[in-house]
């Protein structure tokens, strides 16, 4: 399949411009395919994050025809053949050159929350009981949220407001609420319950659009509202 | 006072970034030098299976002994960023059920937690199993995230004081006679070039290695051989699903998050950067996934990588063959003072890779300090970030 990629060029300093290659690549390829192939023909100076192309690292979030991609799981089929695929730096993030972003909001908010990475794995029985080895008392796996961060990129509210905790962080406070594994659970809800928490969302669920693996942070924050309000009423009718 | 050794290392895969914390460890300043982002090379590709060893217990029991050990060090040192939930290796045909003694008294012999897990409850506990197995016998594997991997010991090695430059790429070494000295960058951030200064430099290129070394007039046998995984896109199996049976295509099955990962093939390249994919790899991980779990043929694939594993090569052998164990090259024996590459291995033993080279470097610098990483629990891989 032939392609057309229009990359954002940009070093500190000087104007931004675009740099349009021709690529071939199988059908099966990924927009990320299409990138690195880019990059070995026709100009190796292109700085783009990438590791594990397979949608676990969380690093190589970009915009695709300006639109929230994780690429490495961006088939070029949704494009189609002779496209042109305008590849940018994810938003709300500064550029340290070309596409590639200083991400370090994405870290430093989930050490802020606290989320562990490794959650309980719900059972894959259809029966939906949990059956253990001999030696394990539970299975563990990767939480869904990869922090790659397209869902900061994607809020319009993370672009008005640099305090805003994001939908990342909150989604993450809510998954600490459920599954708490020994998290300060009044601090998750100090931090959460704030003008730069929850209520400065205001439900467009373009995080929810951009997120590539179904964590549905719209859906989350929602809910982590709701969480806090039936904690302060049931507070303020004398329970805790 | 005694002077503090710069070191540089070059490559942020597994090898770097553990080397990295090695030597910050120990006390030397270290500077960390990748082309691209952090675990951008081979190390981010790789299939995440933390070996128990099992695989190599029957024919290679050095790999084998090294796995398990460094198997339960990384489950001590970065406890939090793994899937701990054993694996099983399961006999799928009659000539895997007769490897099965072969197996478990390799495993005996290398020390690796083998125990047999009757076929019924196998089934129960991993309903997607092909129901017709005729055997299954539990081992230590685990599943890692490679980018949280290397970022967990870079953080660790920056918070003692290393230093990492992503998007720098070294274009040349600096020699002094027949010494390096130090090396030149290109940095992509802004275009430009400059020299930086080392007391040593130790070339952790991965497949890229021999490329960094003829910089030095140097040349290491590493073979960049790469291999295809494919991602299902629904966890499918808890434990790593392995083929009972000697080493082969497509005989591990590695779950992570919410998918299962099929791997993997072996062929030779010449060209390490965006090797193009073959179709019939593809087909080849899908029949051999389908042997040991039917279902990954009726789920949607989310993905598929290849990347080049550095292997050391020696003239005549198998790629199947070349040991997955790693090697040490001082360049003194080439005649190039300051200057080791250290290759081949997986990232199962990136940290004793990073001992064996540490503990060189240190020697040639005339350092007396021991390696501590096999007890330092490491930073949260998040921290890398924290500036």
Not at chain 2, 67 to 73: A, D, F, G, P, S
């Amino acid at each position: 399949m032939k392609l057309n990629v229009k990359i954002y060029r940009y070093k500190p300093g000087t104007e931004p411009h675009y740099d349009t290659f021709p690529v071939e690549v199988p059908e099966t390829a990924n927009v990320l395919d299409a990138l690195e192939r880019a990059w070995a023909d026709h100009d190796m100076s292109i700085m783009f994050r990438h590791a594990c192309h397979h949608a676990s690292c969380g690093s190589c979030g970009l915009l695709v025809n300006d639109q929230e991609k994780l690429p490495c799981v961006t088939p070029v089929t949704d494009y189609g053949e002779g496209a042109t695929l305008k590849i940018d730096p994810m938003r709300n993030m500064p550029v340290i050159t070309d596409l590639a972003v200083d991400a370090s909001v994405v870290y430093q908010r989930m050490e802020l929350i606290g989320m562990p990475i490794i959650r309980n794995a719900e059972t894959i029985r259809p029966d939906k009981r949990t059956i253990l080895p001999e030696g394990l008392e539970t299975f563990g796996r990767f939480e869904n949220c990869l922090e790659c961060g397209l869902c900061l990129s994607a809020c319009p509210v993370m672009a008005t407001d640099p305090q805003f905790l994001g939908p990342m962080t909150l989604a993450a406070a809510e998954r600490l609420l459920a599954e708490p594994r020994g998290a300060d659970v009044d601090r998750v809800y100090r931090l959460v319950d704030d003008e730069h928490g929850v209520w400065r969302c205001h439900s467009s669920f373009e995080c929810t659009e951009a997120c590539p693996y179904e964590v549905d942070p719209g859906a989350a924050i929602m809910r982590l509202k709701r969480k806090i309000g039936m904690r302060k009423l049931k507070r303020f009718f004398g329970g805790s | 006072m005694s002077k503090k050794f710069h070191v540089i290392v070059i490559g942020a895969g597994s090898t770097g970034t553990a080397t990295a914390h090695d030597l910050a460890l120990r006390g030397l300043d270290v500077t960390v030098i990748e082309r691209g982002e952090i675990a951008s090379g081979t190390t981010g590709r790789n299939h995440c299976l933390l070996h128990s060893g099992g695989r190599y217990a029957v024919k290679d029991h050095e790999g084998a002994i090294e796995c398990i050990e460094e198997n339960m060090i990384l489950r001590k040192i970065m406890h939090d960023v793994l899937e701990l939930n054993d694996g099983l290796f399961v006999a799928v045909d009659e000539s895997d059920l007769a490897f099965k003694e072969t197996f478990l008294a390799g495993c005996e012999e290398c020390h690796i937690p083998a125990r047999e897990v009757p076929v019924k409850r196998a089934l129960e506990i991993e309903p997607y199993l092909n129901p017709k197995i005729l055997a299954a016998v539990q081992v230590p594997d685990g599943v890692f995230e490679p980018y949280r991997f290397c970022l967990s010991f870079l953080a660790t090695a920056v918070k003692n004081g290393a230093q990492a430059l992503p998007y720098h790429e070294v274009v040349a070494m600096k020699m002094s006679g027949n010494a390096v000295a130090g090396v030149r960058v290109r940095d992509y951030r802004t275009g430009q070039e400059r020299e930086i200064d080392a007391d040593l430099v130790v070339n952790a290129a991965g497949p890229w290695a021999e490329h960094i070394a003829a910089m030095a007039s140097v040349d290491v046998p590493v073979q960049p051989t790469p291999g295809v995984m494919v991602t299902i896109a629904k966890r499918l199996n808890q434990m790593v699903i392995n083929r009972l049976n000697k080493p082969a295509d497509g005989d591990i099955v590695v779950p992570q998050r919410q998918t299962s990962i099929i791997g993997t093939t072996s062929w030779k390249v010449e060209n390490a950067d965006a090797i193009p994919i073959p179709q019939d790899h593809i087909d080849k991980m899908l029949h051999m996934g389908e042997l040991m779990i039917p279902a990954v043929r009726q789920n949607p694939i989310r993905g598929v990588m290849a990347v080049a594993r550095p292997l050391i090569s020696k003239p005549g052998t198998d790629e199947r063959d070349a040991s997955r164990t790693f090697e040490c090259f001082d360049h003194k024996y080439d005649g190039v003072e300051n200057f080791v590459t250290i290759s081949g291995g997986k990232t199962t033993t990136a940290r004793a890779m990073a001992e064996k080279v540490s503990n060189i470097v240190c020697r040639k610098l005339g350092v007396e300090a021991e390696c501590r990483t096999r007890d330092v629990v490491l930073e949260s891989y998040r921290n890398y970030y924290d500036n």
